[in-house]
């Protein structure tokens, strides 16, 4: 599913990226809501019909922390407030953020969520030199010790933006690799979490311009 450019305020690829994680797992979602999303118990969270909440970032969050009482449920179930799971507000504040993309698709040629063309051209810079990517996927990012990262062929990273930034925050441990080539954290640089963003953006725009 391709995703909006741009996030609510307050929001981060990584808060997403964390809900998609709770709502799927931890806070047990996916028992009202379905694992898709697509509703069970619960409505439907993937179109634009809202029933309770709206359908902005804030009103979702709220929703969530307060729930919805039986006597004001269009479906006539209710949902205790968090979903009856004991989550933080950090984890409230990410479920929230990943149920507002799920409603919100763009056109299939849009950047994915939270990036910009501003970032991919940062990230080019951070590959070609700080992040010292070239060292390991090439000058082009065909591949040296590293894999290719111009096809559709992903080894790690399955090729979402937000998996490409997973990666390239943890790096890829040896017990992981498929390739038997281990990637440090970062990969072994001392990138900031902005420059991370960047360079996972650059390399999502590589496999995108190369037609795949």
């Given at each position: ?124 810079l951070v590959f070609h030199g700080i992040g010292g990517c070239v060292t390991c996927h090439g000058e082009d990012a065909t591949g040296v010790i590293g894999p290719n990262l111009t096809d559709d062929q992903w080894l790690h990273a399955k090729g ?53």
């Amino acid at each position: 599913m391709a995703l909006p450019e741009q996030l609510p305020p307050g929001v981060t690829p990584m808060m997403v990226e964390l809900g998609r994680g709770v709502f799927n797992g931890t806070g047990g979602c996916i028992t009202c809501h379905g694992p898709g999303a697509g509703g069970a118990l619960g409505p439907d969270l993937t179109d634009e019909d809202w029933w309770h909440a709206k359908g902005s970032y804030l009103a979702i969050m709220n929703r969530i922390l307060e729930g919805v009482p039986r006597e004001e449920s269009a479906t006539g179930t209710d949902m205790p407030p968090r979903g009856g799971a004991p989550l933080n507000e950090e984890q409230v504040q990410a479920v929230a953020a990943y149920v507002w993309t799920l409603s919100h698709p763009e056109s299939a040629d849009s950047l994915p969520l939270g990036v910009t063309r501003d970032l991919v051209v940062e990230g080019d810079l951070v590959f070609h030199g700080i992040g010292g990517c070239v060292t390991c996927h090439g000058e082009d990012a065909t591949g040296v010790i590293g894999p290719n990262l111009t096809d559709d062929q992903w080894l790690h990273a399955k090729g979402s933006y937000l998996a490409i930034v997973q990666t390239v925050l943890t790096g890829v441990p040896h017990e992981q690799s498929k390739s038997g080539v281990i990637m440090p954290p970062r990969g072994g640089s001392e990138i900031s979490d902005q420059q991370v963003y960047q360079v996972a953006a650059y390399v999502w725009a590589l496999s995108q311009q190369a037609g795949h």
